[in-house]
């Protein structure tokens, strides 16, 4: 497993994974980093796994993995958290991991994706205090 770039750089890794993809998954994966971070200002990014931008406090809170069709969002304990409006449409057999497939020209619901990722950040923080 590769260690994950510091902060900084992998602000500036992410920033150029949005540009190099230069199409709506680009577009896409900006909107989220922004939802996310509007969620949580204190959010830290990471690069991990040799390429996959990772938004984390106290903890994984999610990735965000860019595929031909699809821009995938998976939150590492999504199994555990609410989710009331269903954002949830992939890797729902798991009994931890949750995922959103975002596909061309779909919108999500900005105020429960951040609501999603304000609760990913409440159940990490529950953990750290145990």
Same mark, same amino acid.
């Given at each position: 497993m590769s260690k994950p770039a510091p902060q900084a750089d992998a602000g500036r890794l992410?920033?150029?994974?949005?540009?190099?993809l230069g199409d709506w998954r680009g577009e896409t994966l900006a909107r989220i980093r922004a939802l996310i971070k509007e969620a949580l200002?204190?959010?830290t990014e990471e690069w991990k796994w040799r390429g996959v931008p990772?938004?984390?406090?106290d903890g994984i809170l999610c990735t965000g993995e860019s595929y031909k069709a699809v821009v995938?969002?998976?939150?590492?304990r999504? #199994?555990?958290?609410?989710?009331p409006k269903g954002?949830? &449409? =992939?890797s729902l057999?798991?009994?931890t991991r949750? #995922?959103?497939?975002?596909?061309?020209?779909?919108?999500? &619901? =900005?105020a429960a994706f951040k609501a999603l990722v304000r609760a990913a950040a409440a159940l990490n923080g529950s953990k750290k205090m145990k």
């Open positions: 992410i920033d150029a994974r949005i540009a190099d200002p204190a959010v990772v938004w984390s406090k995938k969002l998976t939150f590492a999504g #199994a555990a958290l609410p989710d954002l949830f &449409n =992939a057999e798991g009994s949750r #995922a959103i497939d975002i596909r061309e020209g779909e919108t999500l &619901n =900005a």
